[in-house]
């Protein structure tokens, strides 16, 4: 794993190695011992990053085994990787020009009139179906004869 092109992806190479020898594309055996993953993980909602440990596995190299590690690096590394896509909303990204401020306002201004709207358009349907208002009753007597 130590050779990975792209460290964070040893999760999918883990997975992609352990269904190989399961499918019997080469021999592996496991060891009691575990091993942390290179990759760094993120918990939800939080900076914090955290390791996972797995059960290691030892294997007998040979040109199949080194034909289909260079494969499956070569696909790990050309996958797209989460994460990196849209940069974080902040002042500091905003100030660099890595955000374009030009189409967050424009965004912004669409969902307020959209939501401005949605309001009017509430307003004037419950005036529609506003109950008619009520005859007015005979006045009832309050004093006692």
Known sequence: MQKLSTPQQSDAFVKRFR??????????????????????????????????DMKDMVFETSAKFDKWFEGVD?????????????????VENLEEGVI???????????????????GQNLGNSRKSKA?????PTKAKRTTKK
Not at 131 to 135: D, F, R, S
């Open 19 to 52: 269904d190989a020898v399961r499918e019997g594309e080469f021999d592996a055996i496991d060891l009691p011992e575990r091993f942390t993953l290179p990759k760094k993980f993120k918990r939800r909602g939080s900076e914090e990053t955290y390791e996972k």
């Open 131 to 135: 109950a008619p208002a009520k005859p």
């Open 100 to 118: 374009d401020f030009k189409a967050l306002a424009e965004e912004t201004r669409r969902k307020l009139q959209n939501s401005y709207e949605k």
């Open 74 to 90: 070569q696909e790990l590394a050309a996958a797209p990787q989460r994460g990196r896509g849209k940069p974080k909303l902040t």
